[in-house]
Structure formats: C-alpha cells, structure tokens
C-alpha cells in the first residue's frame, strides 16, 4: 500500500480521490491527515501517522497523495513524535496562588476544579469589572488564531477583548491584511497554483515569469498558509526572482536582481519601483481602467521618490531600483510572495500600499500566476478570526480597546481586535485611558497559544511588570510551562496536539481535517473540546456544540459543502473549484455584482477609507525614528542597524526550545553579522556577544554571514531556555532580543512597530561583564532605566 503511495512522489489524483484514509502496515495503523497544531506554524501539511498497537504515535512521514505539500515536511513536523510525548510537556491542569507568581508552586487539580476556578473568576470579574476586563491573547500557531480564541472570549467570557500577546502594532500580518481589505477588499497571496488539485500540472495555470519576494525568507518561515518550497518548484520550471531582503537570503542568492536595502525604507523603495513603471509605460491600461480607483492620486506620490531619491534613502544603486522595476514591470505574469518584515515597521502600512500598489498596476491580481483574491476561506468556511464576530453585542463592540483611538482598527474582520498597545496602556493605567467610555481595567487574562514576553511582546521586561503587578488572575493553555505561565499565570491548561485532536483547516484553500490518531497524553484536552464545554458551561445560550465534532460538523453545515466531518476526515482534502478574475464574475463583491469589495466596488490604489480614519490617502515615506540620520547622536553610541526575527529551521516562535533534536541543530540564539564587522570586533564564529541599545541587552552567539551590510545585525527572537531554573523563569531576558525593542511607538494607523530597523552595538561578553544576566536584572533588580514611549491619546 506505502509503495503504491510512493512511487515517484508525484500527485495521483486517483489516490487523493480514493476513500483510503488508514490501512494496516505490519503491527502499524497508518493514518492520512494533515498537521496543524501545537508546536505550531501556518500551514496544513499531509501527513502519514504511524499507531502501534497501543495507541501510541511511532513515525510521521509526509503524504505525497496530499496535493498540498506533495509529501515534503519540515523538520519540525518530522519530529512531532518527540514533542508529543516530551518529558515537559504538562499532562494535568495545575494551580497556584497569586501570591506565588514566578514560583514553581504548582499544584495537580482535575478539569472540573479547574472550569470550577474559571468560572469562579469569569462571574467575579464580569459583575466587578465588566465582561471588558477579561481579556483572550492570541498567539499563532494553533487553530486558536481563528476561531478557537474568539469563541471562549466574544461567547464564553461575553467580552470584546481579544487581542494579540501585546504584539506591537499588531505587526504580523496585521498592517498587510488591513491594507490589503481597504484596497482590495479581501487578502490576496502568491498563486504558485495551490488553488488547483492538479497544481503545476494544470491546464488554468500560467507559471509566474517573476516572483518578487519583499521581506521575507519563505522557504524558512512557510508564512500564512504558504510554502516556500513552491517558488523552488517555479524556479525549477523557469521562474525568476527579484528578492528585496537585506540579508543574502538562499533565494536572494538565486535571484536575477538582490536589493539588499536599508531595514525599514521599503516604502521608499515601492514607490520608486512603482514610479519606474509607470514612467516607462509597463502599466496595465485595461486593468486601471475598468476596475480600479485613484491610480493618478496613486502615482503622482510615487513619482515624488525617484530611483535616485531611494537610492540614497535606501543604501541601493539607482540603476538596479531601475533594472528590477523594469523587470518587474515587464513580466507576465509577476507574483508578489511577502512576509513579516513588511509589518515590522513604523511605516508599514504605506509601505504595504504602494507594493500592493505595484500588483494591481501591472495587472496581476487574481491572474494564473499573479496574485490570488482569497474571498473567503474553502467552501466559505466560518474559520477566520472574524467568524464569531456576530456573536458580538453592538454595545460590546463599542468597547474595544483602540477603536476609538485608531479607527482604521475597527474596519472589517481585520479590525476586530483589541489594539495591542492600546491594551497595555490600559493595563499599566488600571483601565485609566481615554478610549473606552469609563474607566476599563484589565483583570484577567487567558494566553491562547501565546508565550508574550518570550516571543510575541517588544519591551518584554515592561510586559512582565504591566503583567505581574496589574493583572489579578491569568491562565494558560499550553502544550509545556512557559515563562509567561512562570511569571504571572494562576491556572495552565494542558493542550493536545495534532494527532490527538479533530478539526478543520482551510487558511485559505483547500479544506482540510486534522483527524484524532493516537491516545491522549495524560489529560491534555484539544482546543476544540476546551472552548466548547468553557463555552457552554460559561454561558447557557451559547451557539456551539458541547463536543468538538460536532462543532466542526455545525461549521461545515454553514459552509458551501455537503460534507460531514466524517466524510471530510476520510477524504483528508478538498479543493473547491476555483475561479480566476473573480472580480469580473460577481464573486468578490458581497452584493453579487461584479468589482471588488471596496467603498467604490473597485481596487482602489487609494483607499476612500483612508481619508475618513483621517489618514494619508496615498502612500509616503517616513524615515526610521531611530536610524543614523533621524538621531544620529544616539547613532554615535549605537551605530548598527539592528534586525530581528530572524528564522530558523527548527523553531516556530518561541516553540521546540524543549526538544532535544531541535536544540542538538540549533543550541544557542544567535545574531548574524558580516565578515567585516566580525573581523573589526575581533570577533569569531560561536562568540558570545552582548547586544545592547538604551532600553537594555541581551547576549547571543555571532553568526558570520557573507554578503550582509557590515552596519546590519539581525537577531533571533523567541529564546527562552526550558532546561534552566524555572524560578529563573527558565532565563527568558538572558537572551531575549525585546529587551532592546519598543512598544507604544507604532504607526498612525495603529498598524506597524519598529521590530525591524532600530539601533544597537555588540561586544565581547567577558566574565566581567556578565555578572548579572538581563533575568536578574528584570525580575530582581528593577530592569534598565529608559523613557518609555506612551500612546498619545
């Protein structure tokens, strides 16, 4: 049977069609399904699980029948076995008193004294507070990012306070989606043919003459339901690349123009780019003409940033800005694949603009090859972050934290979140802001897939004092002890993974199952099974089931599909039939006419929305707020460019710290510099350095890397160290690259931080300069002192 599966690990569509969703293999059950959940990522790979005869996962391989990933698996799916079955992942629900914060104090309870707690702690604050002041942070990675968390907070808990795990101007993919939902209507992602079963393969498909990667290291980070690997597909097929990343990236290698330029100028360069094309005529007429809105308003603000203007703001040649536009321009069709980088800054969301910009211009959006309209998710399925947003009171949506402040936040399924720094100021001040009508504290928090002051939360050390000294009551849900649930969590929740869970999965297309394979670690409970009993014992008119299937069989039935859950758990995946230009034939519009999703029924270059948040209708330029020629006094002190986030195979996030595998690859964090500044620090591969601004430090291993900018460093993000001192909270500061970052210091819009792009030196770590590490500093010794920037309300 594996053979039949395997012979040339090519697509069949015979197998993928059959009713063959386990077989017997020696003392083996083997099951197709797909993976997506704890330790986490975007996607939703098909996997072949290998059950012995007690239940237990043995083997996990990848299912080349699964006409999305076509059988390919990272590294971090290949090694689930061992996550499953880790000797810290938490089996049981535990407790501890308030007073016993960053104590490893816990105590075993059952599930019924732990829903006893919550409920006990919902009501009490619910009639002191307000449903307000219980607050769901969502992290990623699990299915909680879409449906999961939204639930337990708008139905459960009753509350309007969902929101990120204080991830600064909600920069993952929030400044992106919400500029992609003013111009388009809709989120838009790379068509390398995953819309099709046949993929490559297929008749409807016309392969990208360019791919232009902007900010992003794909085959890494495989970001929002897309894997990299694909472009290498294309590439094998005749694609070719325009990477703009500063880093000599594998794909920016291969490209046919790098652009290496300065972190955080991106608007600058888009613009030019855009300038470039339409001043030498590569534009699509008919395209502007008949669907869109504002393109003279458009470019005649690009045409303020010449190629040499960017040049010099982005440490670029002119002429290759202008070989690369031209390119790009030229190209029939180009697809745009973009990622984090683009959020992790000030000026996000007019950079976001004007790329987006340079899509819609050259005619390639929702083009075989171009860049898909993702209307909705497969079938229509209610899976995404605003799909629960109509059990949401019109009084209570009143109440959300931001709306207020930064209007372009309350538009759409996009904006239906709590504003990140919004809700920390909110915290610090006991609720005393001006947002809200009244005063609004923040009392209780429930981190959903979330390790904040690992991971997700710039200014880490002010995350942990808003958060051991403001909050009263917090719990966890979680797969292992975090530092987060260390330092100022009463109650965590062991969580099940992927192959002891049902579900769905879409994000965006096809439809997929997540399937229950294996017994149950110890107690762990699935997500789906969590929300639907807190939901139904919280509050009696819930519209969920009380079971996981059949809350997934009541998704389905609101969908466009007859299947059942089970009928989808046997099929394992399901590509609805997809339809290019949606926008000429009435499927974008929610009125059925034809256009896009927008105030004018148009792509609009410039947003009519925009004007009313009281923001710049077209895009702009804004220079870092900390760089070399905005304060170059503090230059002086810390004179290199600092990035962060920077990926790696093993990890997602802050998760697979704790796996042995993971951390026999990848031991230590590290910062990658250039052979140059290496060699001018006298400095060596492995070093330990410091890496220090004027908000703090924070110490990890030189990585040297050729071709990056010798006044660049680009740092790891999400380390915390689970074989340490859980008192210690496990060392989460000691290298923890958001002890140097900042929060509150966002766009105008409210979208976009600077993650990406700040100042900062390094030097030698000595045993001198090492006496007390940045988790004493923080927990003991009161953290650095620094003027903490403050929304201006």
């Known amino acids: 049977m594996t053979k039949k599966y395997l012979e040339g690990n090519t697509y069949n569509p015979?197998?993928?069609?059959?009713?063959?969703?386990?077989?017997?293999?020696?003392?083996?059950?083997?099951?197709?399904?797909?993976?997506?959940?704890?330790?986490?990522?975007?996607?939703?790979c098909g996997i072949l699980a290998y059950v012995n005869k007690e239940g237990?996962?043995?083997k996990i391989e990848g299912d080349p029948a699964n006409g999305y990933n076509r059988g390919a698996l990272c590294m971090r799916c290949l090694d689930i076995v061992e996550a499953m079955y880790a000797e810290d992942r938490l089996k049981y629900p535990m407790k501890r008193a308030r007073e016993d914060r960053g104590k490893d104090a816990w105590q075993r309870i059952s599930?019924?004294?732990?829903?006893?707690?919550?409920?006990?702690?919902?009501?009490?604050?619910?009639?002191?507070?307000?449903?307000?002041?219980?607050?769901?942070?969502?992290?990623?990675?699990?299915?909680?990012?879409?449906?999961?968390?939204?639930?337990?907070?708008?139905?459960?808990?009753?509350?309007?306070?969902?929101?990120?795990?204080?991830l600064s101007g909600s920069s993952c993919y929030g400044p992106r989606a919400s500029i992609m939902a003013l111009m388009a209507g809709c989120f838009l992602i790379s068509d390398m043919s995953q819309a099709l079963p046949e993929r490559f393969d297929s008749p409807d498909y016309v392969l990208p003459e360019c791919i232009l990667i902007w900010g992003n290291d794909a085959i890494v980070s495989n970001p929002d339901g897309f894997l990299g690997h694909w472009m290498v597909e294309a590439m094998k097929r005749g694609s070719e690349l325009v990477v703009i990343d500063p880093r000599l990236t594998w794909m920016a290698a291969k490209a046919k123009y790098w652009l290496p330029l300065r972190p955080a100028t991106d608007a600058a360069l888009a613009m030019a780019i855009a300038n470039v094309i339409d001043e030498e005529g590569l534009i699509d007429h008919e395209f502007i003409d008949c669907w869109t809105f504002g393109y003279d308003t458009f470019i005649?603000?690009?045409?303020?940033?010449?190629?040499?203007?960017?040049?010099?703001?982005?440490?670029?040649?002119?002429?290759?800005?202008?070989?690369?536009?031209?390119?790009?321009?030229?190209?029939?069709?180009?697809?745009l694949q973009w990622g984090l980088k683009l959020?992790?800054?000030?000026?996000?969301?007019?950079?976001?603009?004007?790329?987006?910009?340079?899509?819609?211009?050259?005619?390639?959006?929702?083009?075989?090859?171009?860049?898909?309209?993702?209307?909705?998710?497969?079938?229509?399925?209610?899976?995404?972050?605003?799909?629960?947003?109509?059990?949401?009171?019109?009084?209570?949506?009143?109440?959300?934290?931001?709306?207020?402040?930064?209007?372009?936040?309350?538009?759409?399924?996009?904006?239906?979140?709590?504003?990140?720094?919004?809700?920390?100021?909110?915290?610090?001040?006991?609720?005393?802001?001006?947002?809200?009508?009244?005063?609004?504290?923040?009392?209780?928090?429930?981190?959903y897939s979330t390790n904040p002051i690992a991971n997700m939360a710039t200014e880490a050390p002010r995350i942990y004092d808003a958060m051991v000294n403001h909050s009263e009551f917090n719990v966890d849900v979680n797969y292992v002890l975090t530092p987060s649930a260390m330092?100022?969590?009463?109650?965590?929740?062991?969580?099940?993974?992927?192959?002891?869970?049902?579900?769905?999965?879409?994000?965006?297309?096809?439809?997929?199952?997540?399937?229950?394979?294996?017994?149950?670690?110890?107690?762990?409970?699935?997500?789906?099974?969590?929300v639907a009993e807190l939901c139904n014992r919280l509050n009696p008119e819930s519209p969920i089931p009380d079971n996981d299937i059949a809350w997934m069989d009541q998704i389905l039935s609101e969908s466009n599909t007859d299947l059942t859950f089970e009928d989808l758990k046997k099929k394992v995946i399901e590509w609805p039939e997809w339809h290019y230009r949606k926008y000429a034939l009435g499927e974008v519009r929610y009125d059925g006419q034809p256009g896009f999703n927008t105030v004018t029924g148009r792509f609009e270059f410039t947003p009519v929305l925009l004007e009313q948040f009281g923001l710049p209708q077209t895009p702009y330029y804004e220079?870092?707020?900390?760089?070399?020629?905005?304060?170059p006094e503090l230059a002086e002190k810390y004179p290199l460019i600092l990035m962060t986030g920077r990926r790696s195979w093993e990890f997602f996030h802050s998760e697979h710290r704790n796996l042995k595998t993971m951390r026999e690859f990848h031991p230590d964090p590290l910062i990658e510099v250039s052979p140059e500044l290496a060699e001018e620090h006298h400095l060596a591969e492995g070093d330990w350095v410091w890496v220090e601004n004027h908000r703090g430090r924070c110490r990890q291993?030189?990585?040297?890397?050729?071709?990056?900018?010798?006044?660049?460093?680009?740092?790891?993000?999400?380390?915390?160290?689970?074989?340490?001192?859980?008192?210690?909270?496990?060392?989460?500061?000691?290298?923890?690259?958001?002890?140097?970052?900042?929060?509150?210091?966002?766009?105008?819009?409210?979208?976009?931080a600077p993650y990406n792009g700040l100042l900062c030196t390094i030097y030698r770590c000595t045993e001198a300069n090492s006496e007390v590490l940045p988790t004493e500093q923080v927990t003991e010794k009161g953290g650095w002192s620094y003027e903490r920037s403050h929304l201006d309300f």
């Open 300 to 335: 005649e603000a690009c045409r303020t940033m010449t190629p040499e203007k960017a040049a010099e703001i982005c440490w670029l040649d002119a002429d290759t800005i202008r070989a690369a536009a031209r390119f790009i321009g030229s190209s029939h069709p180009t697809s």
């Open 56 to 58: 237990k996962l043995e």
């Open 487 to 530: 330092a100022y969590c009463e109650l965590v929740l062991p969580i099940a993974m992927g192959p002891e869970r049902n579900s769905l999965r879409a994000w965006w297309w096809p439809l997929r199952s997540i399937r229950k394979t294996s017994e149950r670690y110890y107690e762990c409970k699935s997500d789906e099974e969590l």
């Open 701 to 752: 291993r030189i990585k040297i890397t050729p071709g990056l900018n010798p006044r660049f460093v680009m740092a790891e993000h999400g380390w915390w160290f689970p074989e340490g001192d859980r008192e210690r909270l496990f060392g989460v500061f000691d290298s923890n690259i958001n002890n140097l970052t900042t929060q509150c210091n966002i766009g105008q819009s409210g979208y976009g």
């Open 111 to 166: 599930w019924d004294e732990a829903f006893d707690l919550i409920e006990e702690k919902v009501r009490y604050f619910q009639e002191t507070y307000g449903s307000g002041s219980i607050v769901v942070q969502q992290g990623t990675g699990r299915n909680t990012t879409f449906f999961h968390s939204t639930a337990l907070c708008y139905i459960g808990f009753n509350s309007p306070s969902d929101t990120g795990g204080f």
């Open 623 to 631: 220079e870092p707020r900390e760089s070399p020629l905005s304060t």
């Open 14 to 44: 015979d197998i993928y069609r059959s009713d063959l969703d386990h077989w017997q293999e020696g003392d083996y059950t083997v099951y197709r399904t797909t993976q997506w959940s704890a330790p986490g990522c975007h996607d939703g």
């Open 343 to 447: 959020d992790q800054q000030v000026a996000a969301t007019p950079a976001g603009q004007a790329i987006l910009g340079i899509v819609a211009m050259t005619g390639n959006i929702d083009v075989p090859g171009g860049n898909l309209l993702m209307v909705d998710h497969a079938f229509n399925l209610a899976l995404s972050t605003g799909s629960n947003w109509r059990f949401v009171p019109e009084d209570q949506r009143k109440m959300i934290l931001g709306n207020n402040v930064f209007p372009m936040h309350a538009q759409g399924d996009v904006g239906n979140m709590a504003q990140e720094d919004v809700v920390l100021e909110a915290l610090e001040s006991d609720g005393k802001i001006n947002d809200v009508e009244g005063d609004m504290p923040l009392k209780m928090f429930v981190l």
